[in-house]
């Protein structure tokens, strides 16, 4: 009896010690969906922009116009690389606490075997070994000082990486605003080209000049268009662009939501 509580008492100190893992499935379909609900029109979203947004607004709604600093704050809300940086933090000061803790003892059993063991007495003698280590030499604390880099690394890192996603959104924002604006100078420009194609076949018909003279207003007008259509794909990149900036769907901009 002595043997059993002696063993239980020690089983119970180690256990503490012990770290488990929870197993946690995959879930794609509610990810997706998850990701495929965002908008611009989220509580949650909205409250982080009223505590954030300068100047402050004590009663916040859906803007007609958005900023580049509201833009900015959407995608501090939204985009997964700052997610992915917050738990990388959160990880490494886990470890800074994991550091702290002493080596646990360890528990043996070993079956030992008695050969002389009296008639009438089972000759299998179980035995036991317990193990307490201990750090010497300033281990402990040289692993948790560099725990504690690792920490503040990767809190520098959530900086370092909320600057790579306002540059990213700039950059999708100027690609965005400069594919408008030759928009507006393309279809200025096919318009004066079909002016001209205009006045030309006025002229053709008075028989002021030659059907080959017009080839050259004909070869422009059918060139601007087909930059026109070029063009839209480009708007439609630089949109896309705009949104995986935000780490919004491509809906939630379309529809101003």
Known sequence: MSFNRYTLILVLLALPGCARFQDRKLEPEKTLSAYETRSLE???LQSFLATNHIPAVSDWKIPDKW???MLTLVSFFYHPSLDVARAQWSTAKAAVRTAGGRPNPTIGLLPGYDFNAANGLSPWIPEMT???PIETAG????????AEQLSTA???NIVSTAWQVRSALRTSL?????ARVREQALQAQLQSEQNILQLMEQRLEAGAVASTDLFPARVAVLRTRSDLIDLSRQQAEARAGVANALGVPLKAIESGR
């Open 139 to 146: 281990k402990r604390g040289r692993r948790i000082a560099r």
């Open 174 to 178: 100027l690609n965005f605003v400069a």
């Open 67 to 69: 900023d580049f600093d």
């Open 42 to 44: 989220n509580s949650r």
């Open 130 to 132: 317990f193990d307490l």
């Open 154 to 156: 990767a809190r520098l």
